[in-house]
């Protein structure tokens, strides 16, 4: 039986169609995220993947922008239609556009750059000082996704009760992971979208029924500072600085076991009570 990691990496070969046009499927025997939707970083880490199979090898992405315009249905295929904006010296640029049944359900620009060398630098400590989880305390439905995915503090994020708007989560491939800097940076795509709309809802915690807020990604951007290796733990450090109009932000900082920051999001979503 395969993996739910060797299932994500196969729908990520997408079939090309044409030069600019692809088709990506989902997984089977599954509806998708509860209620028939399909999940957000699945389309956002498939729409990057068309991007790059149109831009030279060498260039690899450095930021992305993208709207969730509609539910996309995890029974029908979809088909990524990217647009070449511009081939500069150093950066490519592409738009994306997701459709189903003839509607666009997710639309989203990237930009690709050239390797080169450049001035660095990284806040003093910004990484909270925390270790990965032992293997022994690992409990074993955290193996049944394509991600282990490990909250600090994770009871205390269980309490119906408000809570501080920021979480610590350490996440990693479930399975090997080939050595390949664009598989890597989609696959970081897809799951830096599992945490961050819960993020702007802690502070609120006890005020409402789950059930009974309609919730959705509007938004995710994210910046790629350098490559990560999603076979290894990764620190996902987030916050929510404000929610207001039904809509929530939330923040997050991706940290490799060096304390280097590789990667930044910043998303805003659907939190409207019925």
Not at 127 to 141: E, H, T
Not at 178 to 201: F, H, I, K, Q, W
Not at 246 to 264: E, F
């Amino acid at each position: 039986m395969t993996t739910k990691l060797d299932e994500l990496i196969r729908l990520l070969d997408l079939e090309q169609v044409e030069e600019n046009l692809f088709r990506a499927f989902h997984p089977q025997g599954e509806s998708g995220e509860p209620g028939g939707r399909l999940f957000g970083g699945q389309i956002m880490a498939q729409a990057l993947m068309a991007a790059a199979r149109t831009v030279p090898a060498e260039r690899r992405a450095h930021s992305l922008h993208g709207y969730f315009l509609r539910q996309g249905n995890p029974a029908i295929a979809a088909v990524i239609k990217v647009e070449r904006l511009r081939d500069g010296g150093t950066f490519s640029n592409r738009r994306v556009l997701v459709v189903q049944d003839g509607e666009p359900i997710f639309n989203m620009d990237a930009s690709f750059q050239r390797p080169e060398s450049g001035r660095r630098h990284q806040m003093d400590n910004p990484r909270p000082d925390l270790s990965p989880p032992q293997a022994d305390n690992i409990p074993d439905y955290l193996y049944a996704s394509a991600f282990i995915s490990w909250h600090h503090e994770f009871r205390r994020l269980q309490q119906q009760s408000p809570q501080p708007p920021e979480q610590f989560v350490w996440f990693k491939a479930n399975g090997a992971v080939p050595d390949d800097p664009l598989l890597n940076a989609c696959l970081l795509v897809y799951e830096s979208d599992n945490t961050l709309m819960g993020t702007s809802r802690l502070p609120h915690r006890g005020s409402f029924q789950r059930e009974q807020m309609q919730a959705a990604s509007l938004d995710h951007a994210m910046w790629f500072h350098h490559p990560a290796d999603v076979s290894d733990w990764l620190l996902y450090a987030l916050d929510s600085p404000s929610t207001s109009a039904g809509r929530g932000l939330s923040r997050g900082s991706i940290y490799d076991l060096s304390g280097r920051l590789v990667a930044s999001t910043v998303q805003e979503s659907l939190i409207r009570l019925h």
